[in-house]
């Protein structure tokens, strides 16, 4: 029963750390798309 409790835990931190993750790549990837795009005529997109 212990180890069930842990490795559930284990499981909830690491899928919160991944979507952390992924979340930090793809607003650091809009980042630089925007600075990329900045300069030519772009339609402003809201996120």
Known sequence: ???VE???QLKAEYSS???GYL???VII???ILKTV???K???TWNF
């Open 17 to 19: 750390y991944e979507r």
């Open 41 to 43: 005529s772009a339609p």
């Open 1 to 3: 029963m212990f180890f």
């Open 23 to 25: 979340s930090f790549f």
């Open 6 to 8: 842990v490795h559930r």
């Open 37 to 39: 795009f900045a300069d």
């Open 29 to 31: 990837k809009w980042q």
